[in-house]
Every structure is written in C-alpha cells, then in structure tokens.
C-alpha cells in the first residue's frame, strides 16, 4: 500500500489483481493505458484473441468479462479488449478463447462451430467463439433475434453468417456436453478459485479488497476508487483528470488518436455509481452503470424504446459503455441524448461532497461542451417514469441498422388533450453541434389540434430549430428532410410505436 500523492486523503494498491483461467493474476509497474488485448498477446503471447480495427468494430479481440454483482453473483459479459485498458479488469475475472478448452476438449461452443463450417480463415473466429460463450453463459434458449443481436458486434468476411447462426442454435445440444457438467459452467476452475460458480464469486469478491487502485508508470496516474467518497475526492483533487467509465469513447483517444492521458480516475469500480434504483418519480442509473443495464430498466418502461438501445452499437460496447459517458461525451450525434433530452432527464452533478441537479436540456452548451464545472462529474442520470397518457419514440437513421452512427436520430414525447396537444418536446441528435431541443417546432405543436395541419406546420418550423451542416455521412439537405420526416412517421404511427418484443439479453 502507497500513498497516492495526489489526494493525500486516499490509500492505494499499485498492484492489479484479477482471476485469468480461475487463477488469480497479479501485474504491477503497468502502463495505465496498455489494452487488455495488447497485455495478452504481447506480454501472455495469449494470440487467440486477434486485433483487427483496434476501434470496437469488428469483434476480433472479443473476450469475456466475469463481474461481482450486488444481487445476481458474477455476470459473465463480452466486451471488446482492444480498447479496454489493463487496470479496469482489477477485481474481474477475464475469459479468452484459450479458457474454453479443458484439456483436449473442446467447448460445446467450438464443437458447434466445428461441426456447422462456421469457420474458413479463422481470424474472426475467437472473437465469434466468445460472444456465442457470453450468450451460452446467459441465456438458456436464445431466439434467432437474441443471435443476431449477440453476434452484431463481430464480423465475419469469409463464412456468411448462417452457419454462424447454426452453431449458436447447436452449442446448446446435450451431446455436445461432455461428462464434466462443472466445466461447462465456467472453464477451467483452479485451487485458487475453484470450479463452481459460488467458488468464483466468492473468490472474486475477496479481490476487491476495498482499497483504491493507485498506478504510477513513467509520469502517467491511473487511480480506481471503489467508493463514492474516494471517487469524488480523487476528481476534485485531479480536475484535469480523465473520468474513465467504460472507456469506449476514450479508448480511441488511445489506440486511434495516439494520446497520452495523465491523469486517469476510473469511475467503474464504484458500486454506488453503478446502481439503478427506481423511485416514485424516476429511474435513478448510476452514471457509471452499462448500457445493457440501463437499457434493460428504461426500455421496460418506455418499450417504444427498445430498437433505439438495440442499434446502439453492439452488445460488447453496450456492455462496457455508459449513459453518463454517452452524455457528458456531448457528442451532437450520441444516440441516447434526443431520447433523454425528449423525456426531459435530468442529472445529478456531484464536486466533492456537494452536489446539484441539473437538467439535462442545461447541460449542453456548445460543441463538445457541457455545463461541468472543473473538478465535477455526472453522478446519476435521472429519467422519469413514464405516465399513462404520453406517446414516446425515438428514430435513429444511419447507413447500416447495426454498429453505425447516426446521420440524424430524433426523439418524441407527446401529450394530447383529447385530440389537442397539451405539452410536447421534440430532440434530435446530428441537426447540431449539441443533441437539442427543437423549440420552434415545439411552439406550433403545443396547444395545437394534433392533426396533419398542425403536424405540417412543425415540419416547417424545425428549419427554423436547426442549421445542420453537410459530412461523410449525410448532406444538410438529406438532414434537414429527413428530420421533418421522422416527425410526420411519429405522426402517422399514432404517436406511440410500441415494440412488439421486451427486450431481454444480457440479464
Ligand atoms: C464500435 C463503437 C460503436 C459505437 N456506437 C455508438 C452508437 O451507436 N451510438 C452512440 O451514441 N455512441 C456510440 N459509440 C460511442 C460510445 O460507445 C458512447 O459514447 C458511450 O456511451 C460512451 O460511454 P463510456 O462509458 O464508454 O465513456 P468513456 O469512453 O469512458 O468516456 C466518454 C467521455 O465521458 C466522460 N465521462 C464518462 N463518465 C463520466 C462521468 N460519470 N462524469 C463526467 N464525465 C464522464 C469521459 O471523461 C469522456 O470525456 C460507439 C463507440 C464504439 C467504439
Ligand atoms: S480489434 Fe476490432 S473490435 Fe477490437
Ligand atoms: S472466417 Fe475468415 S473472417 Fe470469418
């Protein structure tokens, strides 16, 4: 144990600890920014899990995450290790292709891919092998849309993806299974932690031994509070700090754009920021919560939202992203901002021990800037609880449905009055250089007969709302048409698209 220098309130542990195989994993005097992907081809020689885009994309460096839950014992998750630094797998336990095989036996997941060709050069397979691992681990009997969606985050540019998807009908027949039930419900088990899920748990808990994660190397800090007090002290104390949540925006900073970070506090060991709570009046998600999780309470509530959160990216990013990092990222074209800001969220920010709510429609200022002061961070994103009599959707445009960004998303909340609106917020992401409201288009609506007149005339009065700009992935014109056009889809499907299905991956 060292002092950390920097918040001299705060004892650290410079040594990362995790389980790999079961076996507990010790690494020090480690770059804070080294990937996880790097440290295991190039300092385990580990080469099954493979680097393709080194960005997210494409599913190669798939790996598998085993995390401590308050209510559930360990959550076993994909996510992608080339962009997932070293020391936020402290107090985790971590699953690569090699885990499967228990001696010389494969997986029922590789016998299936085996036995349904759904393999030719191979260089995509680990990572398709660890995301099938993932759904094997989490559901019993997946639709062919739980596949799909499973498998969205990897790319496979040889075999087609039906036999892809026979492999993850097959992994789950009894003849695949081999004698040791135990093995198949988790690889490998060691001395060191045991062979049944319990022995993990357990093992895994006693890795978090409640001191903070305290890195030095070459200049650079890496610190991983585990309680909300160490958290917020750490961040006053480092307002240049980097808040680090599931680090899929930042890193890219890393692996694309080659940039040192300094100063790093890591927010994903928190517990009190990874809670969602439910009260009266809202949906209380930790900022540091996963996506998955937060998607998986709002969409209950709002169902209309399900194939928004669906598209956002893949399961693996989805699994290590966060709401609070989508929001105060202030990206123009983050995906879940217009639902949020149509919904009319709110934020609780927290310096130090003080704290304040905001909403969110305050929050964002101008092009990738937000209303944080220095030395604060987003403690909890509150969103309302739905009531009987208001319409919500949210319509994402992009190129392709899955893993791609928006050329423009909007999102709606409406209530009528009878046939007369009584209130209403319109928001669109990729019509600005912030996720916004569309006022003017609000104004005509507000009061009106919700009718095709009224609904024309908003259409008109968003071009007053929004000067978007022409790039890669869309022109002004094409915005601008396509905004007014969503609103009249929202018109015409009566206001309340309901999915048909409630989404239930990942739990
Ligand atoms: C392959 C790929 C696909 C993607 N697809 C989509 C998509 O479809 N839609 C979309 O909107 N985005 C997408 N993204 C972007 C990214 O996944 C989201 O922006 C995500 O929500 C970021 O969350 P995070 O926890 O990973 O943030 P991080 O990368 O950890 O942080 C992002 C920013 O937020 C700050 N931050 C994080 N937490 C806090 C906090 N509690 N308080 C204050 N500041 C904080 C960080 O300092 C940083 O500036 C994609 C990214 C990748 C790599
Ligand atoms: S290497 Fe492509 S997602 Fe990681
Ligand atoms: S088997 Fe070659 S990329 Fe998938």
Same mark, same amino acid.
């Given at each position: 144990?060292?002092?950390?220098?920097?918040?001299?309130?705060? $004892?650290?542990?410079?040594?990362?600890?995790?389980?790999?195989?079961?076996?507990?994993?010790?690494? /020090?005097?480690?770059?804070?920014?080294?990937?996880?992907?790097?440290?295991?081809?190039?300092?385990?020689?580990?080469?099954?899990?493979?680097?393709?885009?080194?960005?997210?994309?494409?599913?190669?460096?798939?790996?598998?995450?085993?995390?401590?839950?308050?209510?559930?014992?360990?959550?076993?998750?994909?996510?992608?290790?080339?962009?997932?630094?070293?020391?936020?797998?402290?107090?985790?336990?971590?699953?690569?292709? $090699? /885990?499967?095989?228990?001696?010389?036996?494969?997986?029922?997941?590789?016998?299936?891919?085996?036995?349904?060709?759904?393999?030719?050069?191979?260089?995509?397979?680990?990572?398709?092998?660890?995301?099938?691992?993932?759904?094997?681990?989490?559901?019993? &009997?997946?639709?062919?849309?739980?596949?799909?969606?499973? !498998?969205?985050?990897?790319?496979?540019?040889?075999?087609?993806?039906?036999?892809?998807?026979?492999?993850?009908?097959?992994?789950?027949?009894?003849?695949?299974?081999?004698?040791?039930?135990?093995?198949?419900?988790?690889?490998?088990?060691?001395?060191?932690?045991?062979?049944?899920?319990?022995?993990?748990?357990?093992?895994?808990?006693?890795?978090?031994?409640?001191?903070?994660?305290?890195?030095?190397?070459?200049?650079?800090?890496?610190?991983?509070?585990?309680?909300?007090?160490?958290?917020? &002290?750490?961040?006053?104390?480092?307002?240049?700090?980097?808040?680090?949540?599931?680090?899929?925006?930042?890193?890219?900073?890393?692996?694309?754009? #080659?940039?040192?970070?300094?100063?790093?506090?890591?927010?994903?060991?928190?517990?009190?920021?990874?809670? !969602?709570?439910?009260?009266?009046?809202? !949906?209380?998600?930790?900022?540091?919560?996963?996506?998955?999780?937060?998607?998986?309470?709002?969409?209950?509530?709002?169902?209309?939202?399900?194939?928004?959160?669906?598209?956002?990216?893949?399961?693996?990013?989805?699994?290590?992203?966060?709401?609070?990092?989508?929001?105060?990222? %202030?990206?123009?074209?983050?995906?879940?901002?217009?639902?949020?800001?149509?919904?009319?969220?709110?934020?609780?920010?927290?310096?130090?021990?003080?704290?304040?709510?905001?909403?969110?429609?305050?929050?964002?200022?101008?092009?990738?800037?937000?209303?944080?002061?220095?030395?604060? #961070?987003?403690?909890?994103?509150?969103? *309302?609880? *739905?009531?009987?009599?208001?319409?919500?959707?949210?319509?994402?445009?992009?190129?392709?449905?899955?893993?791609?960004?928006?050329?423009?998303?909007?999102?709606?909340?409406?209530?009528?009055?009878?046939?007369?609106?009584?209130?209403?917020?319109? &928001?669109?992401?990729?019509?600005?250089?912030?996720?916004?409201?569309? %006022?003017?288009?609000?104004?005509?609506?507000?009061?009106?007969?919700?009718?095709?007149?009224?609904?024309?005339?908003?259409?008109?009065?968003?071009?007053?709302?929004?000067?978007?700009?022409?790039?890669?992935? /869309?022109?002004?014109?094409?915005?601008?048409?396509?905004?007014?056009?969503?609103?009249?889809?929202?018109?015409?499907?009566?206001?309340?698209?309901?999915?048909?299905?409630?989404? /239930?991956?990942?739990?």
């Amino acid at each position: 144990m060292r002092r950390t220098g920097a918040a001299e309130s705060v $004892e650290g542990r410079d040594t990362i600890r995790f389980l790999l195989d079961g076996i507990l994993h010790e690494v /020090s005097d480690c770059d804070p920014t080294r990937t996880v992907l790097q440290y295991l081809r190039e300092d385990l020689h580990r080469t099954g899990t493979k680097e393709g885009c080194a960005e997210g994309d494409c599913g190669a460096c798939t790996v598998v995450v085993a995390e401590p839950d308050a209510n559930e014992g360990s959550r076993l998750r994909a996510i992608n290790s080339c962009i997932q630094f070293l020391p936020t797998l402290d107090g985790k336990e971590l699953f690569t292709v $090699e /885990s499967l095989k228990n001696g010389s036996e494969l997986h029922p997941v590789q016998k299936a891919m085996i036995e349904c060709h759904g393999s030719q050069c191979g260089f995509c397979t680990p990572g398709f092998i660890m995301s099938l691992f993932a759904l094997y681990k989490n559901v019993q &009997a997946p639709t062919r849309r739980e596949i799909d969606d499973a !498998i969205a985050g990897n790319l496979c540019r040889c075999t087609g993806y039906q036999p892809i998807i026979d492999a993850a009908q097959r992994m789950y027949a009894r003849d695949l299974r081999g004698d040791n039930a135990t093995w198949i419900d988790l690889p490998r088990g060691t001395a060191d932690a045991g062979n049944s899920l319990a022995a993990r748990d357990d093992a895994l808990r006693r890795l978090r031994d409640g001191a903070c994660l305290a890195l030095e190397k070459d200049g650079r800090r890496f610190y991983a509070p585990n309680d909300i007090q160490q958290c917020s &002290a750490l961040i006053k104390d480092n307002p240049q700090a980097t808040i680090l949540a599931g680090g899929t925006d930042i890193g890219l900073w890393v692996t694309k754009q #080659f940039r040192d970070l300094d100063c790093v506090v890591y927010v994903g060991n928190v517990a009190e920021l990874k809670t !969602i709570a439910v009260s009266s009046s809202d !949906i209380e998600i930790g900022a540091a919560a996963s996506l998955t999780d937060a998607m998986h309470v709002i969409v209950a509530r709002y169902p209309s939202l399900e194939e928004l959160f669906m598209r956002f990216a893949s399961p693996p990013i989805r699994n290590a992203a966060t709401l609070g990092g989508n929001i105060a990222n %202030g990206s123009p074209i983050g995906d879940s901002m217009p639902a949020m800001l149509a919904l009319d969220c709110a934020l609780i920010l927290r310096s130090g021990r003080k704290t304040r709510r905001l909403a969110l429609n305050e929050f964002f200022l101008d092009y990738q800037k937000t209303a944080l002061r220095p030395g604060e #961070f987003i403690e909890k994103v509150l969103v *309302p609880l *739905p009531d009987v009599s208001s319409h919500v959707a949210s319509y994402k445009v992009s190129k392709r449905f899955d893993q791609d960004i928006s050329a423009v998303c909007g999102a709606y909340w409406l209530r009528l009055d009878g046939g007369t609106v009584k209130d209403v917020r319109i &928001a669109y992401g990729g019509m600005a250089a912030v996720p916004k409201r569309a %006022g003017n288009c609000e104004k005509v609506l507000r009061g009106a007969e919700w009718n095709e007149a009224s609904v024309s005339a908003a259409m008109k009065a968003l071009r007053e709302d929004f000067e978007p700009i022409s790039d890669m992935r /869309s022109s002004a014109g094409y915005r601008r048409e396509v905004c007014a056009n969503l609103l009249y889809r929202f018109y015409i499907s009566g206001g309340n698209e309901v999915a048909s299905r409630v989404y /239930s991956y990942g739990r």
